[in-house]
């Protein structure tokens, strides 16, 4: 099993930030699916050019491991495509950043590598590039939605 975890900080506070974070899923999505994006950019050279791979999600309530704090539960699975891809299974959290002023947006994800010695080895090669790549970007598209919400 992999893991994938990505950060994004949101210029509001958390509690503004949790109370609008499935609203902010829905916006992106526009319906059940939702197109995540694979970012091409090269190092630090930012192109903005990116694969979009649609993708069947749920969403849902969950606590974390204290049992204490909810977190949004959000479940993709690839419609098509010429790949093989994983099912996801993630959690979105919202944290006070230091400042108590802004917040971060953790998702942190798992997926089993489709397919069996090969998807492994794709997945070691490149393949978790590409899951924490598309991870990174979905944070900072969740991220600057929220905010667009609250203005």
Excluded at 121 to 144: N, P, Q, Y
Aim: proline share 6%.
């Amino acid at each position: 099993m992999a893991e994938i975890i990505a950060e994004e900080h949101v210029q509001c506070t958390a509690a503004d930030a949790g109370a609008l974070l499935e609203r902010a899923i829905g916006v992106l999505a526009g319906g059940p699916s939702l197109p995540l994006r694979i970012p091409l950019d090269a190092g630090t050279v930012r192109t903005g050019a990116a694969l979009e791979q649609t993708v069947r999600f749920t969403v849902g309530r969950v606590k974390d491991a204290s049992g204490l704090n909810d977190l949004v539960a959000i479940t993709f699975e690839p419609e098509g495509g010429l790949v093989p891809l994983p099912v996801v299974h993630a959690t979105l959290a919202v944290d006070p950043d230091v400042d108590g002023e802004t917040s971060v947006l953790s998702l942190t994800g798992s997926y089993d590598p489709p397919g069996s010695l090969l998807g492994k080895a794709f997945d070691e090669s490149v393949g978790f590039w590409i899951a924490r790549a598309t991870a990174h970007d979905l944070a900072r598209r969740l991220a600057r939605t929220i905010e667009a919400i609250r203005r």
